[in-house]
């Protein structure tokens, strides 16, 4: 199983960047992805996933309204896609896979228990 994060790099607030997530060695059509980051000195923070389908997101408090997660099956890939970034937004971000969330099921938060294979991340830098 691989997942391979990429698309991070230092940007100035306010500006945009759209992570990858490409996924190899499982059966990509059958696994929520879900994208974690975590700073340093602070907890891995769930902040959006994506069902099977890609009928079902879901998008922490900290980043609903400004990124948006989307997934082409055909091409085993996952995108972030993040606007109007934040110094706040700076840390090392991951994609994840995962059977637990699916269509029609809501989640209040992503635990990392969920989530069985991760990927080495992406940095991402938001400064000016």
């Known amino acids: 199983v691989q997942l391979q994060a990429s698309g991070g790099g230092l940007v100035r607030p306010g500006r945009s960047l759209r992570l990858s997530c490409a996924a190899s060695?499982?059966?990509?059509?059958?696994?929520?992805i879900g994208w974690f980051r975590q700073a340093p000195g602070k907890e891995r923070e769930g902040i959006s996933c994506i069902s099977s389908s890609g009928g079902n997101t879901y998008y922490s408090d900290s980043v609903k309204g400004r990124f948006t997660i989307s997934r082409d099956n055909a091409k085993k890939t996952v995108y972030l896609q993040m606007n109007s970034l934040k110094p706040e937004d700076t840390a090392r971000y991951y994609c994840?896979?995962?059977?637990?969330?699916?269509?029609?099921?809501?989640?209040?938060?992503?635990?990392?228990?969920?989530?069985?294979?991760w990927g080495s991340g992406t940095q991402v830098t938001v400064s000016s």
């Open positions: 994840a896979n995962s059977l637990y969330f699916r269509d029609g099921i809501t989640i209040a938060t992503m635990s990392h228990l969920d989530y069985s294979s």
């Open positions: 060695g499982f059966i990509f059509d059958n696994y929520a």
